[in-house]
């Protein structure tokens, strides 16, 4: 068991490398493929990797249909919200300012326990929220007040905030709700329903907004981004929680942003700028006061 917890906290290294490269994705492969279209492909394709390895999953009938709508709920919300809103967001905001503004997840995953398994809260956790939120606000509005008195800021980073609501109601009910299928059963499941949460959103984009192109470009950004950000950091992910728990996991994504930066500034010639700077050390902050106090309760 110790071995395990060992490994499992060496992944909240290693897991955000995988994780991050999902920012490249949102900003190098949306010029290729529409969003919500590299969303689709990339969860189906997910799929049927997976199903080559768990073909026999269909044959737990009465599991999945115990279990369904859970799935359902969590393959909307790890595959179709995390899936397609970061896609979107990257064709208007930074791999910088994506990947800090994610770093509000695990403050979500904080109030979603609080509120829907009563997990406690006091005031320097109180604190610890707030300055992550002021975090986020300052890398949203870009340093500039102005900005959000006159609402200036962009749909990119708005459409991030949203990814992160939706990453945060993944984690915390993936690791509440238990399964009776193995962990790569479920995730193959989660999947599947995923691409199908995003089914009806793909066909309208195909046939009203953009059409995809199904040539190399569309190959290679979909199996990087359902192999590199998909399979690998979902699985390793999931391991992780299932030593660690939903929260101590959640950090991951603040070496996300860490990593996230280094993508944005290394292939995409981004820069950090000063607002990036106090944004992050508000988070991170933030983040210390929250976890020093969960140590001390």
């Not at 199908?196 to 195909?206: D, G, I, K, V």
């Not at 359902?226 to 603040?254: D, K």
Request: with cysteine; charged share 10%.
């Amino acid at each position: 068991m110790i071995k395990k917890e060992l490994l499992a906290y060496s992944l909240l290294v290693i897991q955000p490398i995988f994780m991050a490269s999902n920012l490249v994705v949102a900003r190098g492969g949306v010029e290729y493929i529409p969003p919500i279209s590299l969303a689709f492909w990339r969860w189906l394709t997910v799929f049927l990797i997976l199903l080559i390895f768990n073909y026999t999953i269909f044959s737990k009938k009465k599991i999945i249909l115990k279990e369904y709508k859970k799935l359902f709920f969590l393959g909307f919300m790890g595959c179709g919200v995390c899936g397609a809103f970061p896609f979107i967001a990257g064709q208007t905001t930074t791999i910088i300012n994506m990947g800090i503004i994610y770093t509000s997840s695990p403050i979500f995953i904080i109030l979603i326990s609080y509120f829907f398994f009563k997990e406690k809260m006091n005031l320097l956790k109180i604190i610890g929220l707030i300055s992550c939120l002021l975090g986020v606000i300052i890398i949203i509005i870009k340093g500039d007040y102005l900005a959000l008195i006159e609402l200036m800021f962009t749909k990119g980073d708005l459409w991030m905030l949203g990814a992160s609501i939706g990453w945060a109601l993944y984690s915390i009910f993936l690791f509440y709700w238990k399964s009776s299928l193995k962990v790569f059963e479920r995730f193959t499941l989660i999947s599947l329903f995923g691409a199908l949460s995003l089914l009806p959103f793909y066909l309208t984009e195909e046939i009203f907004v953009k059409s995809t192109t199904f040539d190399t470009n569309f190959i290679i950004w979909v199996i990087f981004a359902a192999v590199s950000p998909g399979i690998i950091a979902f699985s390793l992910y999931t391991y992780a929680q299932r030593y660690l728990g939903a929260t101590t996991t959640g950090f991951t994504l603040y070496l996300f942003t860490v990593y996230g930066a280094f993508y944005g500034i290394l292939f995409f010639g981004e820069n950090l700028k000063t607002f990036h700077v106090y944004g992050t050390i508000l988070v991170f902050l933030g983040v210390y006061l929250v976890k020093y106090k969960k140590k001390n309760v």
